[in-house]
Every structure is written in C-alpha cells, then in structure tokens.
C-alpha cells in the first residue's frame, strides 16, 4: 500500500476517535462541576439554616454569609457560580411547619415566639453546561434544610435582644 495514502487514513482515525474521546473528556469534567455545585447548595442551605437558627432574626448578612462571602460582600457567591442571595428563601416556621407571619415581632404571640424551626431553601438553580457543542442550562431541583430553632440571638439567661453583632 501506498504509504501517503495510509497517513491520510491515520488523520481519519484520528479524528473519528478523537472526537469521541474529546467529548467524553468534557463529559466528565462536567459531571464533576456539576457535583461540585450539588454537594455546594446542600452546604449553603445547611450553613444558612445553621447560621439564621443561632443568630440574630433582624440580621441582615446570614444570607451573604450563607454563600459564602465576606460579611460585606453583596454579590454573588464566590463559590458557586451565578449564586446569590437572591436564590436563597429563608422562613421562620411554627411547631405545625406553617410559616411564621412576622418573625421580627419580638413581643407578639404570633411572631418571635411562636418560630420552632428555620428553613432555608434555593429552588430553581440553574446549570450551565460548557461542553463546546453541547450547550445547555439544568434546572437543578430544590435544596432545602430545616433544622430545629436555637438562640435566635437571644441570650436565655437574660432574655434581652443584644444589638446585632455579626454572627
């Protein structure tokens, strides 16, 4: 056989089999950014509902924190891409899992007392894929932690609200 007709054959092969490796490749460094932002948005939710059941109800950087950023960060996440507070739901539960009308009353049947649980949620977290070729967004299903309330930032001995302190 002609040896300049059998490279031309090698270039062939080659571009049959490295498209499929190439793809594949890209596939799975996508299923692990794709991970990577699942187990991250489990551990926003589970941080936040930490972080809103310890500190203060009036304190307005649990969200920022949550994603983790600095206390006076307000943009997006530095972790997870295209995440902000804007993406985060946090609710103040009663002892029937309804949600709390009016936490911030401190004073009120219906509000600071009656909270029992804080539940923090991201639905409707979008994915985008960069594989070349293979364009596409993912709606991720929603993750949400509710975990029992503790301090509030009340103190218990005293029963007095402190001024906010960053938690």
């Not at 969200?63 to 307000?74: E, K, V």
């Not at 295209?82 to 049947?109: C, F, I, K, S």
Request: net charge positive; hydrophobic share 45%; glycine share 10%.
């Amino acid at each position: 056989m002609n040896r300049q007709r059998m490279r031309g054959v090698y270039v062939v092969e080659f571009a049959i089999i490295g498209l499929l490796l190439f793809t594949l490749l890209f596939g799975v460094v996508e299923m692990g950014r794709l991970f990577f932002t699942v187990n991250g948005l489990d551990e926003v939710v589970r941080r936040g509902a930490r972080l809103a059941a310890v500190c203060d109800i009036r304190d307005t950087r649990i969200l920022r924190r949550a994603i983790f950023n600095d206390i006076g960060n307000g943009g997006a996440s530095s972790l997870i891409a295209n995440l902000g507070t804007a993406n985060l739901t946090l609710v103040y539960l009663d002892e029937n899992g309804a949600t709390v009308a009016n936490p911030a009353d401190l004073t009120g049947v219906s509000g600071f007392s009656a909270i029992r649980y804080v539940q923090l949620r991201v639905d409707n977290f979008t994915f985008d894929l960069l594989i070349p070729g293979f364009r596409g967004v993912f709606t991720l299903p929603a993750f949400r932690s509710t975990i029992p309330r503790e301090s509030l930032g009340r103190h218990a001995e005293t029963g007095v609200v402190p001024e906010i302190t960053p938690c």
